[in-house]
């Protein structure tokens, strides 16, 4: 996992990691989620993985375009 920039110093994500297909995402508390493809969409994950690389707006485009459409949660 990587960290996330967090430049707005207001993010819920802390660390993120990029697959070929996906994206994971771990919130403050621990919890992670994979969004792929299949699950939210190729444009979603195409934003959802530029986000992340800026540092800025990742937390708010899974709330408001992806919050329920992961493909599954790691505890």
Same mark, same amino acid.
């Given at each position: 996992? %990587?960290? *996330?920039?967090? $430049?707005?110093?207001?993010?819920?994500?802390?660390?993120?990691?990029?697959?070929?297909?996906?994206?994971?995402?771990?919130?403050?508390?621990?919890? $992670? *989620?994979?969004?792929?493809?299949?699950?939210?969409?190729?444009?979603?994950?195409? /934003?959802?993985?530029?986000?992340?690389?800026?540092?800025?707006?990742? /937390?708010?485009?899974?709330? %408001?375009?992806?919050?329920?459409? *992961?493909?599954?949660?790691?505890?």
């Amino acid at each position: 996992m %990587q960290r *996330y920039a967090n $430049r707005s110093g207001q993010s819920g994500v802390v660390a993120y990691q990029i697959g070929a297909d996906s994206i994971t995402v771990e919130f403050t508390g621990g919890v $992670r *989620y994979v969004y792929t493809i299949g699950s939210a969409g190729a444009s979603n994950i195409a /934003s959802m993985c530029k986000l992340a690389a800026e540092g800025r707006g990742l /937390s708010t485009f899974i709330s %408001q375009h992806a919050h329920d459409r *992961y493909d599954r949660r790691l505890d």
